[in-house]
């Protein structure tokens, strides 16, 4: 089989424009916003072998929901997270208004999920990151770090052992002796 080619799933058709703003070659799909259209879902699950699936969407709640729902149905994608900061236009949200600068700053760690945990659930929980009344702080600090969005305790902890990062990282991040 030849080489796998990219493409990119995003919400909407801003959100693809944009990206060809970037490179006319570029290969995107919307999956038309939260109403994920079964139309691009099929096209996706029948031709994946074909692709390699890189998930984009807007780093906002109902990005996040579209992102779980994709990874549900393609659970070997690839993920490029967008600070929300980076993403921002007038009180709105969304990959329409990246720069490409930003765009090509994600694309050095494009995140893949990874066959086994860096990370397990006790080392997790000894570095408090849920249950702690300075949890959140310390996610955003690690999440920041690692960009892979603003996650809750459970989501945090998925992503983390998605892209390998194992505790000792977690505590050079959070600057505390291992």
Do not use: C, W
Not at 4 to 18: A, C, L, P
Not at 130 to 140: E, L, W
């Amino acid at each position: 089989m030849k080489k796998k080619n990219n493409i990119f799933v995003v919400e909407g058709k801003s959100d693809e424009s944009k990206l060809k703003e970037f490179d006319s070659k570029i290969k995107t799909i919307s999956v038309g916003g939260s109403a994920i259209n079964s139309e691009s879902i099929n096209f996706l699950i029948k031709n994946k072998k074909r692709f390699n699936i890189i998930i984009l969407t807007d780093p906002d709640y109902p990005g996040e929901k579209i992102r779980r729902e994709l990874s549900k149905i393609f659970d070997s994608a690839q993920h490029i997270f967008i600070p929300k900061e980076s993403a921002k236009k007038n009180n709105k949200v969304g990959i329409e208004f990246i720069s490409k600068k930003t765009f090509l700053r994600a694309l050095e760690g494009i995140n893949f999920y990874s066959e086994f945990k860096s990370i397990s659930k006790l080392e997790f929980n000894e570095l408090e990151l849920t249950g702690s009344k300075f949890n959140n702080t310390k996610r955003k600090k690690i999440a920041k770090h690692f960009a892979i969005g603003n996650p809750n305790g459970k989501t945090l902890f998925k992503r983390l052992n998605m892209i390998g990062v194992n505790k000792s990282e977690i505590l050079r991040v959070l600057d505390v002796q291992a």
